[in-house]
């Protein structure tokens, strides 16, 4: 079945960067595009960006620009989403996902989250 | 940007009855490019209605969507317990991808 495995929790100190990974199995890597989204504690869900899996191609939110980099590795059919330059405000869930298809433009599978804590 | 905006934020209903649940947009949006999903505590979110009025994959025929341009509407035409979460409403049509704030679906 298809599925998006996220690495584990974060802790980490203002000013440091982060980076998560998403591991993508049970379908072609290639072929989707994969988003980030996080969602801080008691907040709406936030779009940060997104990596054409297959040519790499990405697309930034604007909010983000600068501060965030998604990379994917098709050899491990894997995406990365690195923030650099933490703030507290950064705290939140960042989750991975994919894109359902032109017929479907939903994000139709998601990972499980990661939990990313900016403290001093 | 496009600005999403859920009401009620809150809706209190039994088992058994309809909710309604609605999303408006700052401004229309294109292609209906409409996506509702719900959420429980501690989850990912799960797709239930793309395009405004298409069902994902495996989602009951009692969610329904509807609207176009500015103003959709999600309906639960008869409550089940497992339908108690949050719902979000996100664009697709235009960038920034945006969420709404959210409605929270409980049991009165």
Redesign the interface.
């Known amino acids: 079945q298809v599925q998006l495995v996220q690495s584990g929790t974060e802790v980490k100190k203002p000013g440091a960067s982060v980076r998560v990974s998403c591991k993508a199995s049970g379908y072609s890597f290639t072929s989707y595009i994969i988003h980030w989204v996080r969602q801080a504690p008691g907040q709406r869900l936030e779009w940060m960006g997104w990596i054409n899996a297959g040519n790499g191609n990405t697309k930034y939110s604007q909010k983000f620009q600068g501060r965030v980099t998604i990379t994917s590795d098709t050899s491990a059919s894997t995406v990365y989403m690195e923030l650099t330059s933490l703030r507290s405000e950064d705290t939140a869930v960042y989750y991975c996902a994919r894109v359902g298809g032109i017929t479907v433009p939903g994000l139709d599978q998601w990972g499980q989250g990661t939990l990313v804590t900016v403290s001093s | 940007e496009i600005v999403l905006t859920q009401s009620p934020g809150i809706l209190s209903l039994s088992p058994g009855e309809r909710a309604t649940l609605s999303c408006r947009a700052s401004q229309s949006v294109s292609g209906s ?1 409409l ?1 509702w ?1 719900q959420q429980k505590p501690g989850q ?4 239930l ?3 405004a009025s ?1 069902r ?2 495996g989602i009951p025929d009692r969610f329904s969507g509807s609207g176009s341009g500015t103003d959709f509407t999600l309906t639960i035409s008869r409550l089940e317990p497992e339908d108690f979460a949050v719902y ?1 409403c ?1 664009q ?1 049509g235009s ?8 409605t929270k679906v409980e049991i009165k």
């Open positions: 490019c996506v999903y990912a979110p799960r797709l209605i793309y395009s298409s994902a994959t979000y996100q697709c960038s920034p991808l945006t969420f709404g704030g959210g």
